[in-house]
DNA sequence: TATGAATGAGTATTCATTCAT
DNA sequence: AATGAATGAATACTCATTCAT
């Protein structure tokens, strides 16, 4: 029982962050998982191996533990954007590259989608106390920003689209064939399977480009 | 104490349906304020004006009402899109039509796009054990094949175009804006008020347009 | 298990006094017994043989279910009281009656001395949350004003004699040796049986009437 | 981490003995304040500013820390008792002197009056255990035996008065208004202000006297 | 059909206490 | 001597569900 390695000294700093990172990480799987109201500490805390009381001491409650767990969420997924290099790509190929990420972003990182959900259920009561909010913004509409001038200059690409607008159409056509999924199915009997959204993503940038051409 | 008065012979079924129907709003309006976790028996009670065991002699338990309101939901939704009338218009004054219809379904019908959330949260979970999917399912998709091909017969639209993907584009771009609208406002600071999405209207009309153009 | 004699059809209304009485008299005991923040939710519930939610249905919560204790402990006492006639007797007698019955009073209701002390150690928070006072105003005050007047008038008492100052003065003499038993037998090292108190009530007596004295 | 200067020698006595006492202040403080079981280590650590395993390594547990808090109450009480000096005056001036300090000591030290009834509402558990009865013990018994001889001697008061049972009658008289302040205002409707009590200081002093005079 | 009373099994949160350094 | 990190065992309170009528 006492027979901790003498050669760890660096022990208390490091596990504390060690001990909080595992509990963001299980609170965000936890969260995204069941929602706000299905979420259960008890859950999140043998997830994390850590007790209870520990969460409690660190975070303080379950709604601001599920705030900063939606925090982490933006935080992981702009960590992910930060991947996507489209300078080098002509206008439309970097508009099709774009959308292929936007999906399978959404695709590969579902506990994003899901929290999102959540939150807006929740009528955005948590995203709002949020202070740093410069993490949380995505660089994403500036890159944007630059391939439809690069597009404009080279006469591919019309003028007079607002990047901000578009990039939320390409989303809307990204996360709305993956949030709604398991009604979609169910309702119009179609399989949402990788084959199926990736014709979903096809079809997009087909259409963001034809939205975009002169 | 079982002295009901004999010369009421309407009570029994009439009531019957009355309660029924008063339950089923409130459950609508309570799953789709509060998720399904986060739905209280006790409040539906309240607001349908019912005690709570009536709840479960007609229903069971919470997931079957559940999925009772998530049906007349849809429902419900269905029997507002009978209203929409596009045969009249020429195909392109269709499709505008068709996508600001939409959008404004889902801004006036809030409660509809929160279930659907929340019922994709679970993973579908529930709508699965819907039987009569055939009152669940839309008919826009058969009123939009049917504009989709009088534009290819008169050559405004191309042909080759799914009128099923398409719509699920449409909804997309209808859904998304006002589904994650309080993220949205929060991470990108635009107001997401009326104006805002009737100008996303107009900008996704334009792009089902452009995206059917030969 | 459905043997319920049919001929109790009273049950509802009835039963439902019957437990909150039970909810409350546990209370008494449990919160005089542990004080406010010792008292066990859990204990209550047990003693009064009802479940928790139950007392949770008929009170609130635990600091209305201590108000309610408090405020049944003086309803209690105060009709403990009505046995007190001492209209009869001539005033002299009359006085050292009320000082024994005041002193076996706290003696044979020692809960309520207990309450007293803790309602006084949080601040009289909750005493000031009753409603009716009316009910728990002592008549005490109004019977010893008679037998002041009449001793008064018999010339056997001085006049001037606040009865209120005097009812406490009484009731301090009465209280405080059976409130503070514990620490008086420890520190003075006196027994506090049944005939040390015996001889406070002659001695309070004594010093009572002495104090009325012409 | 461990680099506390080797030049600070005197360290180790003196701020224990510094710790120990802001311990049991604190701990005095805030078991006075909130009784037993609502006192909270922690509030006690903080307010002593040292850390809760020192408050363990010290005391042991929360009940020894209790019971070192109540011998501290009497002690620091005991202390300011020795301010005390009767023998220069008359008897009777002597005696409402002594009535006065006591009411005035009981209202300028509320936390001492607030332990006591803590106590006593746990039964004297823990008094029962403090070994060093001698600093508790009050020394004003003896000084009142020293009066009440002197005034015999001088005639102007009767012999054959206990005066143990004296000073408990005083106390009580003192202690009851100031402990039940709360629930005598709220029920007795009178204010317990600075004048009223000032009154009863009077009262107190004027049936004591009485009670005394041959 | 309809309901007020009642409860078993949770659920977030707290707190005295200990561990590792 | 001293402490930040950590936890087992409660504790007030809730909620879906059922009982008795």
């Known amino acids: 029982m006492k027979n901790k390695p003498a050669f760890s000294p660096k022990n208390t700093a490091r596990d504390t ?16 998982a069941h929602g706000h109201a299905g979420a ?3 859950r999140i805390a043998r997830q994390a191996k850590v007790s209870k009381p520990l969460i409690y001491a660190f975070f303080g409650n379950k709604d601001a533990l599920y705030t900063a ?21 002509d206008p439309e190929n970097a508009i099709r590259a774009l959308v292929r990420f936007t999906l399978q972003h959404f695709k590969s990182n579902p506990w994003f989608v899901s929290i999102l959900n ?18 949380i913004r995505s660089d994403v509409v500036n890159k944007l920003d630059k391939i439809l001038q690069r597009g404009v200059q080279t006469g591919v690409f019309r003028a007079g689209v607002d990047p901000l607008n578009f990039y939320i159409a390409i989303a809307s056509l990204c996360f709305f064939p993956i949030s709604n999924r398991y009604t979609l199915r169910t309702v119009f009997d179609c399989p949402i399977d990788d084959a199926w959204l990736e ?12 939205f975009l051409y002169p």
Request: glycine letters at 2%; aromatic letters at 2%; charged letters at 35%.
């Open 199 to 210: 014709q979903k993503a096809e079809d997009a940038a087909e259409m963001a480009l034809k």
């Open 118 to 135: 959540t939150e807006n259920l929740r009528g955005g009561k948590s995203i709002r106390e949020i202070e740093d909010l410069a993490e």
């Open 17 to 32: 962050t060690r001990s909080k990172n595992s509990i963001l990480s299980a609170a965000l799987i936890e969260f995204s």
């Open 69 to 89: 767990a939606l925090r982490e969420a933006y935080v992981q997924i702009r960590v992910r954007e930060q991947a996507l290099n489209l300078d080098e790509m």
């Open 40 to 42: 259960r500490i008890d």
